[in-house]
């Protein structure tokens, strides 16, 4: 039984779960659990569980290769079985690094004349594969699908709105025109 914060949902809900196993991801860990409110595995970040408590009945045990394939398969710590495959196009330096990388087990690499390289990424959820795309600033260009390449292009446009000088209004007739 426990008591959780979800930060995308800015709520927090008691859950009975079934413990499955522990997952360091990105500096942080994680329980994978059979959620017994969503009937379905699920991820939850160990320092969003408020508090938590041992109930008297057995865990349901999960196969492990359902476990993996419901919350293993996508991309970073989103869960769900891959619908979409990022293409994305780095051009040197970021390329350098990028070529070095694992984003994805099943990840695709090619490397192209000039420096550059084509990574193919299957993912499920765009959220994480946004905050990824962004770290390489100017150096990395969305190829496909559309979807991916509007939802960097909305996330870049809302962080320049916030950069953009307030526009002042004019502070004598002279400079309104007048």
């Known amino acids: 039984d426990i008591n959780y914060f979800s930060r995308s949902r800015d709520e927090t809900l008691r859950r009975e779960v079934s413990p499955q196993r522990l997952i360091w991801y990105n500096s942080?860990?994680?329980?994978?659990?059979?959620?017994?409110?969503?009937?379905?595995?699920?991820?939850?970040?160990?320092?969003?569980?408020?508090?938590?408590?041992?109930?008297p009945q057995p865990a349901l045990e999960l196969d492990l290769r359902e476990l993996e394939e419901r919350l293993g398969s996508?991309?970073?710590?989103?869960?769900?079985?891959p619908a979409h495959t990022a293409v994305l196009r780095f051009r040197p330096p970021s390329a350098?690094?990028?070529?070095?990388?694992?984003?994805?087990?099943?990840?695709?690499?090619?490397?192209?004349?000039?420096?550059?390289?084509?990574?193919?990424?299957?993912?499920?959820?765009?959220?994480?594969?946004?905050?990824?795309?962004?770290?390489?600033?100017?150096?990395?260009?969305?190829?496909?699908?559309?979807?991916?390449?509007?939802?960097?292009?909305?996330?870049?446009?809302?962080a320049t709105e916030r950069y953009a000088p307030p526009r002042r209004a004019p502070a004598t007739a002279r400079e309104a025109g007048a």
Not at 28 to 41: G, I, K, T
Not at 101 to 119: C, D, F, I, N, R
Not at 135 to 157: H, Q
């Open 28 to 55: 942080n860990w994680y329980l994978d659990a059979y959620c017994h409110l969503r009937e379905e595995p699920r991820s939850f970040s160990l320092d969003s569980i408020l508090d938590a408590a041992v109930l």
């Open 74 to 81: 996508g991309y970073g710590i989103f869960a769900g079985k």
């Open 96 to 158: 350098l690094w990028v070529a070095r990388e694992t984003w994805h087990p099943s990840q695709k690499l090619t490397l192209l004349a000039g420096g550059e390289v084509v990574l193919e990424v299957p993912y499920a959820d765009s959220r994480e594969m946004v905050m990824d795309i962004l770290r390489y600033g100017p150096d990395v260009i969305v190829e496909a699908p559309d979807s991916l390449r509007d939802a960097v292009l909305s996330t870049l446009r809302a």
